[in-house]
């Protein structure tokens, strides 16, 4: 398992160090110049030109990325032009708020979808399943950033019944220990400080869940319709084990495999997906930091924000893959 | 034809052709110049509401512009960006997949690659970071769509070209002294357009939200042209005054989607296309 | 930050049932010697010589003591400095400082530290904004602990206004030096009313009253700063009532939060002007196109549709009250004529003046509509603008590439109210901040930064204002004007340059 784990992340390696040189020198070829960005306003261009021959900027690209790169494996991954802070801190203190609301998100996504995926194959063959299922495709239409201002338009202005901005109220201190709100409230014991979190994480991580939810619903259910085409589900039955026996036995355990892999898949789109949320919500993570760095042409942490959401998705792959090979015996075996 | 007997070909395909001939006779249907500002009418609600002015059906933004004449000339925007970038996209990923697929070997290993490398980005941040590079506009946006989502189609497609050039009668083609040219052409590809038709008409509505998403964080459409997204973002701002000019486009965007969606959705089941779900 | 305390929020959605039961009871218990503000940006570094950003100026003035400050009214009133005076040719600046200031960490302010600040560091090459302005300094006497002598390499006659300006903050000299500015960073040190207890980038600063402060000590014992950059969630956070005051909320959103009982909304002109910076060559190198764009421009619709009226329509580049201002002085509103100038020049309805115009979208309350109001207006009279977007960041490296187009609508802060740093600062060809650089207006600002003279420098900067607006130089638009929206028995005083200080805040 480890060493199945080990080989994933091997091949992630190759694929993080070509990303790096892709963002690199996609980044260096906008019409942006950092040195200029860096200086105050009245700085005079001769000043400007010495701040980039200091930066490096006036070297060959691969050169550049090759000091990047020695910076970068040294743990200095340059400083925020804007900000004035080393990105690496700026990267490591929104980052545990973005994976707060993804897992939130993908909490309400699983339960949302299991649970939609029973109810759809439950109506198999029924009148109203034809109903539900152009539900679920109609469903699929509305991505999360509706989803977030539709919940912020009912729950937050009409009913005015849940918070729609930041983590935490503001009368509460803010625990600071791991980063993740959730886990430092219950650390230092305030059930306040976890409360009002709670309230805050309900909106957004149910419109990013929800928003990824019906490709659950629809992969568990066909999964399950394949797996009762199958001939050991029928000796269950001659052998007179109860339907929901069957179900929780022996359907279900095999119609998982798909659908962790599509959760796996899902989970690292929805990490995307949380940036659109998190501006939506004025939520201080890691979408947050990068549509402002977009917005200021932040090179440094355009370029450490990408790498991060790349090293995010490539470590939930492989993560994924182990857990397949875990749960499928006949590969576990081999 | 089996697809036009499916509800679901016939809803979407129905939605979409609406919302296709919106924008196509838009200066026609349009009350106003979609530009036009009022400055002494903003954020005036629907006409039917109290306050409602009956030249204003849908109400008024924030600098007095008819929503309902900036909603169809939106739908413009949002079709023209559906409609190219994800033809553009079907064309790169489909070549590739065609490419990589056919030929197999060393091909496939690097197309194979760079469908990895491209994959361990998530689509928002991608054309975010493209966006930022392009710079707005309309034709920047579809070049930003096809630059990223064109691993859709060739993930699904090279799965399929692989399965499909392994048949009998296309190694009998092959036999019988067809080029490789002929042979994909003339044999593999007419075999892969169900599932082709299919992944086009669910990336369109995917295109549709894209290019909402990113007018909405103002690196879309150019402030000068009218998206939903940039209708999203300006009625956001005034969701107490006037919550129908941020909910117009909101409909306008789900309608469209759904439209899309039912009617790749009745494709692949009356196509019989196999292939993987996913919401990405 | 909503939805928590439900307190002041007495309006008709109010008494929808709270399905967060457990939390509706968690009203904090000693509102009354604490405040919490909703601000729309954070500080851009702790470090306050080092970025002039004017909406950090209130956060700076909490932590830390100016040597020159300014009243309600912007006079400027004595500080860490008791009395000063500049030399009749303005090159020299003395005075004399408090000598019962202390820093957060004990330690005495002296001469050394005002020295260290507007001297040593920039000198020593510290990365700070200030270094643009204190260059200038050629020595720094200090005579006694308590006096000082600055020498200039020119005259300086707004350099009393610059000590109580951007970025002129006192530093503690020995405390920078042990620790570095990295450690200055980590832990900020000042001699103001409050001290810094916790800061979150981003997201949130709490601060604690310096019990040993020198002057007047503040009422309140406690203040939160949440950093809330969106303006509509600065509104849902007031209306919930998990913040006590907010700015920067959109006019017609204080008008409606105005009226709900419990809170109180409020619109103050400030010295920040809104203007469009024009360049004197592409479309912009003919005067009669100039012109006709500058007339087109109905300022009061724009004030009465963006601002509630609220905002001053200006014919100078200078606020009403400001000694550059000129009252009796008004540049119509008159599209007719801008057609007659356009068709002086060959242009018309049908052949329009094509230009390009850049814009902000957000940085200040309604820029963006503003913008495209304009481009509405001059359209009617055949002047075709193509809009673009951009960041407020990149305007001065724009400008210096000249790459910025014909016309930017642009906001500038200056709290000194001084002229020179309205028509100096925008119409010097040398400096950053303007796009015209034409040497026949441009010559004459750069004569006058120079003019030791008050009453003759001021005069020649109205001269100039008036020069400027009448060869379409500059395009000025409006007053700015800030808004607040905060809970009905909090007072504070508005400061007519847009601070917003605790020191000065009461719960009655």
Request: proline share 6%; aromatic share 8%.
């Amino acid at each position: 398992m480890l060493l199945i784990l080990a080989r994933r992340a091997l091949t992630a390696v190759p694929i993080l160090f070509v990303v790096s040189l892709m963002l690199f020198v996609a980044l260096r070829v906008l019409p942006v110049d950092p040195a200029a960005m860096s200086m105050p306003p009245s700085a005079t261009l001769a000043e400007i030109d010495a701040m980039r021959s200091q930066m490096g900027l006036d070297r060959p690209l691969l050169e550049q990325y090759g000091i990047w790169l020695n910076q970068a494996a040294h743990g200095d991954f340059g400083q925020s032009l804007h900000l004035r802070r080393p990105v690496l801190r700026l990267v490591a203190d929104t980052l545990p708020a973005t994976i707060e609301l993804a897992v939130a998100a993908m909490l309400v996504a699983s339960a949302l979808g299991v649970g939609g995926g029973l109810a759809l194959f439950a109506l198999r063959g029924r009148r109203a399943e034809l109903a539900a299922e152009s539900a679920t495709t109609v469903l699929m239409s509305v991505p999360e950033f509706l989803w977030a201002l539709l919940f912020i338009f009912v729950f937050g202005v009409l009913l005015q019944a849940l918070p729609f901005t930041g983590r935490l109220d503001a009368s509460l201190p803010r625990p600071d220990i791991t980063g993740f709100l959730l886990l430092d409230a219950v650390l230092v014991g305030r059930v306040d400080v976890l409360w009002s979190a709670l309230a805050h994480l309900v909106l957004p991580a149910a419109a990013l869940g929800l928003a990824f939810a019906p490709p659950i619903v629809r992969v568990l259910r066909s999964s399950l319709l394949d797996v009762y085409h199958d001939d050991y589900i029928r000796q269950a039955r001659l052998r007179g084990l109860s339907e929901g026996r069957i179900l929780c036995r022996h359907a279900l355990k095999n119609a998982a495999l798909p659908m962790l892999t599509l959760m796996g898949v899902q989970f690292g789109f929805l990490f995307g997906g949380s940036l659109l949320v998190e501006v939506i919500y004025s939520y201080p993570g890691l979408g947050n930091l990068m549509v402002d760095a977009v917005r200021n042409a932040d090179l440094p942490i355009i370029q450490m924000v990408g790498l991060t959401y790349c090293v995010l998705v490539l470590a939930i792959n492989t993560l994924v893959d182990g857990l397949y090979v875990v749960l499928n015996p006949k590969l576990r075996r081999r | 034809m089996r697809p036009l007997r499916s509800g679901r070909v016939i809803a979407g395909a129905v939605i979409v052709a609406a919302v296709l001939m919106c924008a196509l006779l838009a200066p026609h249907l349009a009350p106003h110049d979609p530009d036009d500002q009022n400055l002494i009418a903003q954020l005036l609600p629907p006409a039917w509401q109290v306050g409602g002015d009956a030249d204003y059906p849908l109400g008024t933004d924030g600098l007095g512009r008819c929503v309902l004449s900036r909603l169809l000339f939106g739908a413009r925007v949002a079709m023209e960006v559906a409609l190219i970038a994800s033809l553009g996209a079907a064309l790169v990923g489909s070549l590739l997949a065609y490419v990589a697929g056919y030929l197999g070997g060393w091909a496939d290993w690097l197309i194979g690659r760079a469908v990895d490398v491209w994959m361990s980005f998530p689509p928002v941040i991608l054309s975010l970071i493209l966006m930022t590079g392009l710079g707005t506009g309309v034709r920047n946006v579809i070049f930003a769509i096809v630059l990223v989502d064109w691993t859709r189609f060739c993930r699904v497609l090279r799965s399929e070209v692989i399965v499909v050039a392994r048949r009998d009668y296309v190694s009998a083609a092959r036999l019988s002294g067809f080029g490789h040219w002929r042979t994909v052409t003339r044999e593999v590809v007419p075999a892969t357009v169900p599932l082709l038709v299919t992944l086009l008409s669910l990336e369109m509505g995917i295109a549709v939200v894209v290019e909402a998403v990113l007018s909405f964080v103002g690196l879309g459409a150019r402030a000068d042209q009218v998206a939903w997204g940039q209708m999203i973002a300006d009625g956001r701002q005034a969701i107490y005054q006037a919550p129908w000019a941020l909910f117009a486009p909101v409909l306008a965007i789900f309608v469209t989607v759904a439209g899309f969606n039912l009617l790749g959705d009745g494709l692949r089941r009356t196509l019989d296309v196999r292939m993987v779900e996913g919401r990405e | 930050m909503g939805g928590i305390s439900r307190r002041g929020m007495l309006g008709g959605a109010a008494a929808i049932v709270a399905p967060w039961p457990g939390l509706t009871s968690a009203v904090r218990a000693d509102t009354r010697d604490s405040v919490t503000i909703g601000w729309p940006s954070d500080v851009p570094s702790w470090d306050p010589n080092e970025r002039f950003t004017p909406d950090a100026q209130s956060l700076f003035k909490m932590v830390y003591d100016q040597p020159l400050d300014q009243d309600a009214q912007l006079k400027l009133v004595p500080k860490l400095i008791t009395k000063w005076e500049l030399a009749a040719d303005g090159r020299t600046l003395s005075g004399e400082m408090r000598d019962d200031v202390t820093f957060h960490d004990g330690s005495k302010m002296t001469s050394a530290d005002l020295k260290w600040t507007f001297f040593d560091r920039i000198k020593a090459g510290h990365k700070v904004d200030t270094a643009n302005v204190w260059k200038r300094v050629t020595t720094f006497d200090t005579p006694t602990p308590a006096s000082f002598v600055m020498h200039f390499d020119s005259p300086f006659a707004t350099s009393p206004n610059w000590l109580g300006f951007l970025g002129s903050y006192v530093v503690p000299k020995d405390y920078m030096e042990k620790v570095g500015v990295d450690g200055f960073l980590a832990k900020p040190i000042g001699s103001g009313p409050f001290k810094i207890v916790d800061y979150q980038l981003n997201t949130r600063v709490v601060l604690e009253r310096n019990e040993a402060y020198w002057g007047p000590k503040p009422r309140l014992r406690r203040v939160v700063i949440e950093i809330i950059k969106d303006p509509s969630a600065r509104v849902a956070a007031i209306q919930s009532g998990a913040v006590d005051l907010v700015v920067n909320v959109p006019v017609r959103e204080v008008t409606r939060l105005g009226a709900i009982p419990g809170l109180t909304g409020q619109l103050t002109p400030i010295t920040r002007v809104i203007l469009l910076q024009c360049r004197n060559d592409l479309g912009f190198a003919d005067e009669n196109v100039r012109l006709a764009a500058s007339h087109a421009i109905d300022k009061v619709a724009l004030s009465k549709a963006f601002y509630a009226g609220a905002a001053v329509p200006l014919s100078v580049p200078a606020t009403p009250g400001s000694p550059g201002f000129v009252a009796d002085y008004t540049f119509a509103y008159d599209p007719e004529l801008s057609k007659q100038l356009l068709a002086k020049s060959g242009f018309s309805l049908d052949k329009p003046a094509k230009l390009k115009m850049a814009t902000f979208n957000g940085q200040f309350p309604s820029d963006y509509d503003i913008a495209r109001a304009i481009v509405q207006m001059w359209k009617k009279v055949g002047i075709d603008a193509e809009l673009e977007v951009v960041e407020y960041a990149k305007y001065f490296e724009l400008n210096r590439g000249a790459k910025l187009p014909e016309v930017t609508l642009y906001t500038f802060d200056n709290a000194t109210g001084d002229p020179e740093i309205y028509s100096g600062y925008l119409l010097n060809p040398k400096l950053p901040f303007s796009a015209w650089k034409g040497m026949d207006i441009g010559q004459k600002v750069i004569d006058l930064f120079t003019v030791a003279d008050n009453a003759k420098r001021i005069a020649g900067y109205r001269d100039l204002a008036k020069e400027a607006v009448e060869t379409g130089a500059s395009i000025p638009l409006l007053q700015s004007v800030q808004t607040s929206v905060r809970k009905k028995d909090l007072s504070y005083t508005a400061f007519g340059n847009g601070w917003v200080l605790p020191q000065d805040m009461e719960w009655s």
